[in-house]
């Protein structure tokens, strides 16, 4: 890529925060890229009022209630203090990444609102957010603004769950193949970021076979066509991994592949935990407006609030079909 790598990152001043920013030295990320840190504050109620000339000159501005939250929110401690947190967050990229091109930035508003809005004028390559989730009950309620965030972006989206160590040894990363164009998208982003030399690379696909119905085991013949149709399915998924592993090898990872049963955003979480991961990359199905992206829930975003440790889900815009034909295997109808 000819131009830098942009990344928005949504900054609290919390712990997790702060995990989440030192985890980005784990993530493969460019040493050259444009960084902006948002800081959202929350504010609800206004200054003192303000005087006629001033009412005057912002109404020509506001068009909805958001914008008369932030103008009234401008200026107000509350904002500064959220200056300040963006500041300090900055200043911790820039020692981790002296490359990068690093802006703080400090609204006020919903969190989640702001980021999201951002991300969508700003156009990054890819949005990171904090995870409150530590044990397992944490992890499996994810924090709201970064399930809204993760939910409503239209970019890619890393939910970081920083570790102790975050030297650049080898990094482990499981790629969650299911065949579709917005996956082996996922494949590509881990392909072509700079991972420190022999990391490690597990190419999962998560079959979830046919059973037959207690009445269909009694007819044989239905019983032997929905055995043929699974076994052609962990045909083609074994060839998909090992093609999609071994254009990964090729870029100078070191890659598996292996086809698993059962629920995929289960058995994914739980090898990527037995595996010892330091990120699952996954697809995410792109929909025609926030409404349907609301709706329809996802095994990117149930593995993101599961997973032990950081998730990124790759979107794709106008990604087409011909995106598996990259892979050189065709799926058997």
């Known amino acids: 890529m000819n131009e830098k790598m942009k990344i928005l990152i949504a900054y609290d001043g ?17 040493a050259q890229a444009e960084a902006r ?41 509350a904002v500064g203090e959220a200056g300040g947190l963006a ?54 309620i994810l924090g709201s603004v970064s399930q809204k965030v993760l939910t409503e972006a239209r970019t890619s989206v890393r939910v970081a769950r920083g570790h102790v160590e975050v030297e650049p040894t080898p990094a482990r990363i499981v790629v969650g193949l299911d065949g579709s164009p917005y996956s082996l998208a996922a494949a590509r982003s881990v392909a072509s970021r700079a991972w420190p030399l022999g990391s490690e690379v597990k190419v999962v696909v998560v079959d979830d076979p046919l059973v037959p119905s207690p009445v269909g085991r009694l007819i ?4 032997e066509w929905v055995e ?4 052609s399915e962990r045909e083609w998924a074994m060839k998909m991994a090992q093609s999609v592993a071994h254009d990964l090898r090729a870029a100078e990872l070191r890659a598996e592949s292996v086809v698993l049963e059962g629920e995929p955003k289960r058995v994914l979480v739980e090898e990527a935990e037995r595996w010892g991961a330091d990120c699952i990359f996954v697809g995410s199905m792109g929909f025609n407006n926030r409404f349907e992206r ?40």
Not at 49 to 63: D, G, K, L, T, W
């Open 228 to 231: 043929e149709g699974n076994q």
């Open 37 to 77: 840190v948002i800081t959202v504050a929350e504010v609800w109620l206004p200054p003192p009022p303000p005087s006629v000339y001033e009412i005057a000159e912002a109404s020509e501005q506001m068009q909805t209630p958001a914008d008369l939250q932030r103008w009234y929110g401008k200026g107000s401690r």
């Open 87 to 140: 500041v300090r967050a900055t200043e911790r990229l820039r020692k981790n990444f002296p490359g990068w091109e690093v802006t703080p930035e400090a609204v006020c508003g919903s969190p989640a609102w702001e980021i999201i809005m951002k991300a969508d004028s700003w156009k990054p390559d890819l949005v990171v957010v904090g995870s409150h989730g530590r044990t397992a009950l944490g992890r499996f």
């Open 294 to 333: 609301f709706l329809l829930g996802s095994v990117s975003s149930a593995v993101a609030a599961r997973a032990h440790c950081s998730v990124e889900v790759v979107r794709a815009p106008g990604q087409s079909d011909a995106a598996r034909e990259e892979t050189g295997v065709e799926r058997v109808a």
């Open 14 to 30: 919390s712990a997790c925060a702060d995990a989440a920013l030192d985890d980005l030295q784990r993530a493969g990320l460019p």
């Open 220 to 223: 044989p013949p239905l019983a």
